[in-house]
């Protein structure tokens, strides 16, 4: 089984709806992180959280929200899908901060209209 | 906030050869260097990773080479394979060693 899961791995919705991608991990990390990945501007980090009581913004939080609901778990939200927020979104978890191996899940894949 | 700039944005080299390619960072306090590949449909894996101990490091046919003065970092792969056909990035640390920044990504293609 993989360590670091998300659901769903592909989804389509419609401008103005709201989005929420899971992410699950079985490697007990503390540290868990949401990024996105776009064509020629790889992958950029939207929040991260440090433990249930610690999140973070990352670069580009505007128009994202999300929920660590335990150690395990860690939930991104788009209040309000845009087109301009159609892109792969992965989940990541790590042992200690940046001067770490970050371990990724599959990714999904998510397409505004 | 740490930038991270890499070249190539794609790179074809043939069977055989050898794949380059570089990044360059703004400032650290401490060195740490990862670099991380990507087959499509897959997440991000780490590939190799440098410490500020050594100025170079090989695990198989990847080298990551450091130079620290230039605040430069490559990545070599010899004998390069179809199969060495990814997407590789790298990162460095940012933000108070609290989280890596990403470079833009290479896309490699490995042709036979």
């Known amino acids: 089984d993989a360590d670091v899961t998300q659901t769903p791995r592909n989804r389509i919705t419609k401008t103005g709806k709201r989005i929420m991608l899971e992410c699950s991990q079985t490697?007990?990390?503390?540290?868990m992180y949401w990024y996105r990945q776009d064509p020629g501007l790889g992958l950029r980090l939207i929040y991260y959280?440090?433990?249930?009581?610690?999140?973070n913004k990352g670069e580009i939080s505007d128009g994202y929200s999300v929920s660590r609901q335990a150690q395990a778990k860690f939930s991104l939200s788009l209040e309000s899908a845009i087109p301009n927020q159609t892109a792969l979104y992965f989940c990541?978890?790590?042992?200690?901060?940046?001067?770490?191996?970050?371990?990724f899940g599959p990714g999904t894949r998510l397409t505004v209209l | 906030q740490q930038q991270v700039k890499q070249s190539p944005q794609s790179l074809i080299v043939q069977k055989g050869g050898i794949s380059i390619i570089n990044c360059a960072y703004e400032n650290t306090a401490f060195d740490y260097f990862p670099w991380y590949q990507q087959f499509p449909g897959k997440g991000p894996a780490l590939l190799i990773a440098i410490r500020p101990d050594v100025s170079e490091k090989k695990e198989g046919r990847f080298t990551i080479s450091f130079n620290k003065s230039a605040k430069q970092f490559s990545l070599h792969i010899m004998d390069s394979q179809p199969g060495d056909s990814a997407t590789y990035f790298c990162?460095?640390?940012?933000?108070?060693?609290?989280?890596?920044?990403f470079g833009t990504g290479t896309k490699l293609q490995v042709i036979p």
């Open positions: 490697k007990g990390h503390d540290r």
């Open positions: 959280s440090f433990d249930v009581k610690d999140i």
């Open positions: 990162a460095a640390p940012s933000g108070g060693y609290q989280k890596v920044t």
């Open positions: 990541a978890t790590s042992v200690r901060e940046g001067q770490d191996t970050q371990y």
